[in-house]
T-cell receptor, first 112, second 112 residues
């Protein structure tokens, strides 16, 4: 089955700096890669996703890049703000599969 | 619009007691349904998923069971709770394969 590795497990940045979280996946059939943000005591919420026919996608301060050859994808947050502090999860799935496989999560702390 | 309800939000149960957590989805039909567990500071572990009424797939051997008595209802149960069952339980649904998952707000279970 699919295995998703996520790094780093914790990340601390100064407000205004950029943050990058990286994930690798094992199953070359995977073609859908969402990113979730989980605030304390709440369920994860989708912040951005990308499909394998696209190499990069942006939404304001958030961007995701995908390298299918290397089987890795990354989340980029620019001009970080304290409210970006949360746990972020990457995930992967494929057309015929029922499961969404998650990475281990990254705790992002943005220091004001 | 679709919504997911999960309850209770918090639960404290003694060791050996039974458990029943309920999740319902509104505004859609025949969703894929999922139960995840999140230990403190850890990632999302898939426990069960269901692609239809009465169809349950288990991802890990454990003290828990799941049932789907109705199309939009997913129940997580245990006959006798263990201390190790403590954690944050999340229900999620997906409209189709290979789409984003929508999470409930979670249930924090503490077994004492």
């Amino acid at each position: 089955g699919e295995n998703v590795e996520q790094h780093p497990s914790t990340l601390s940045v100064q407000e205004g700096d950029s943050a990058v979280i990286k994930c690798t996946y094992s199953d070359s059939a995977s073609n859908y890669f969402p990113w979730y943000k989980q605030e304390l005591g709440k369920g994860p919420q989708l912040i951005i996703d990308i499909r394998s026919n696209v190499g990069e996608k942006k939404d304001q301060r958030i961007a995701v890049t995908l390298n299918k050859t290397a089987k890795h994808f990354s989340l980029h947050i620019t001009e970080t703000q304290p409210e970006d502090s949360a746990v972020y999860f990457c995930a992967a799935s494929y057309n015929a599969g029922n499961m969404l496989t998650f990475g281990g999560g990254t705790r992002l702390m943005v220091k004001p | 619009s679709q919504t997911i309800h999960q309850w209770p939000a918090t639960l404290v149960q003694p060791v050996g007691s039974p458990l029943s957590l309920e999740c319902t989805v509104e505004g859609t039909s025949n969703p894929n349904l999922y139960w995840y567990r999140q230990a403190a500071g850890r990632g999302l572990q898939l426990l069960f998923y269901s692609v239809g009424i009465g169809q349950i797939s288990s991802e890990v051997p454990q003290n828990l069971s799941a049932s789907r008595p109705q199309d939009r209802q997913f129940i997580l149960s245990s006959k006798k709770l263990l201390l190790s069952d403590s954690g944050f339980y999340l229900c999620a649904w997906r409209p189709h394969k290979n789409t984003e998952a929508f999470f409930g707000q979670g249930t924090r279970l503490t077994v004492v």
